[in-house]
């Protein structure tokens, strides 16, 4: 039997360059509190996060009919089975 995984929040939608800033810097305010918090429409999503974290980031250009289009993902993890060896690219 597979492994159990709940999604508590997931979006993807259109914002200009302005909106995402604020929402970024409301996001670090609440790293920076320990506490990451999430409006999800029916609610709101909460999760504690510890001192350490594991941050993967990703650059990616792709060729597609029509010119190139780019991404760049920020994914933060933690807890069980996350390694704290990753090199620091943060300083």
Do not use: C
């Not at 929040?9 to 810097?25: A, C, G, M, Q």
């Not at 029916?42 to 504690?48: F, P």
């Not at 993967?56 to 807890?79: D, P, Y």
């Amino acid at each position: 039997m597979g492994k159990k995984k709940n999604v508590h929040y997931r979006t993807k939608k259109i914002t200009d360059r302005e909106k995402l800033v604020s929402f970024l810097r409301s996001m670090a305010d609440k790293l920076e509190a320990d506490q990451l918090a999430l409006d999800t429409g029916e609610g709101r999503a909460e999760v504690q996060v510890p001192e350490q974290v594991q941050l993967a980031i990703a650059l990616v250009e792709k060729e597609k009919k029509g010119g190139t289009r780019t991404s760049l993902k920020l994914k933060l993890t933690w807890g069980a089975g996350v390694s704290q060896d990753a090199d620091s690219i943060l300083a």
